[in-house]
């Protein structure tokens, strides 16, 4: 979620782009409408999980467990101090990991927009060095970590085993994916992708209550109804309020100066 406040800042001072108090404001609320609706889903997912626990475990090991936590209080003391230990590592990694996240994605709207090429030239350069990134990952995966999980046998000829329709259409949909981002960041920008990436929080909560029985509750009405309005305030008034940004402040300035001479 941090990924929307990096991405401004930087889309401010790297592309330096003007952004509307408007469109500030729709971040904002596009932020807090995040938070809660997926605190409110891991908080629902987290009491499924432990109702489950409490209706498989029977009274007697109950009693157990009590009689031998009164034992071992400041062995629990301990772990607990090493759990909050482990929440702050993973919420700083998650934080630094957003920031490099939000940097890549401003600094490639930065090369789009530089470069004098076609956007399709500037696809086939940035993703074709992709592949063969991930073409040496896999492999080296395969030869490493995945030999003699569920049977490989660590050649890279069984990089293929298990391959299927369904990975074709994941690859077609990643293809498409690929193309229209290349576009919007060479034609639009980046925050357009990042407000656009919010919708999926909606569309989650969607499909995980009518599918997954996801519990409904009023926090998770009100964090999906903060990210629908933040939407649209973010794309309300796009032309008067920004102009289009810094080029559409000055082409503003040279119609008022053509006003004033004529």
């Not at 930065?110 to 076609?118: E, P, R």
């Not at 074709?128 to 569920?150: I, K």
Request: aromatic letters at 8%; charged letters at 15%.
């Amino acid at each position: 979620n941090t990924k929307i406040i990096f991405t401004a800042i930087l889309h401010r001072f790297i592309l330096k782009r003007y952004l509307s108090r408007l469109r500030v404001v729709a971040l904002g609320v596009l932020l807090v409408g995040i938070v809660i609706a997926e605190y409110t889903i891991q908080m629902d997912v987290e009491l499924k999980q432990l109702a489950a626990i409490l209706n498989t475990t029977n009274s007697t090991s109950a009693d157990n467990n009590i009689t031998a936590g009164q034992g071992s209080v400041d062995d629990g003391s301990e772990s607990d101090v090493a759990v909050v230990s482990l929440k702050l590592l993973a919420a700083l990694a998650t934080v630094f990991f957003a920031l490099v996240v939000s940097f890549a994605n401003v600094f490639t709207e930065l090369i789009y927009k530089q470069n004098q090429q076609s956007v399709w030239e500037q696809n086939i350069m940035l993703y074709g060095s992709g592949m063969l990134c991930n073409v040496v990952t896999v492999t080296l995966q395969q030869m490493t970590m995945r030999n003699g999980v569920e049977g490989s046998n660590g050649t890279v000829e069984d990089i293929w085993r298990g391959l299927n329709w369904w990975c074709f259409v994941m690859v077609l949909l990643g293809s498409c994916s690929g193309i229209i981002t290349g576009l919007i960041l060479k034609y639009i920008d980046v925050l357009f992708v990042v407000v656009a990436d919010a919708m999926a929080v909606v569309l989650n909560i969607v499909i995980s209550a009518l599918l997954f029985g996801l519990h409904v509750t009023i926090m998770l009405v009100l964090g999906a109804s903060m990210i629908v309005v933040a939407i649209i305030v973010y794309h309300l008034r796009v032309k008067k309020e920004d102009g289009g940004g810094s080029g559409g402040s000055k082409r503003k300035e040279r119609q008022e100066a053509v006003a004033c001479d004529s």
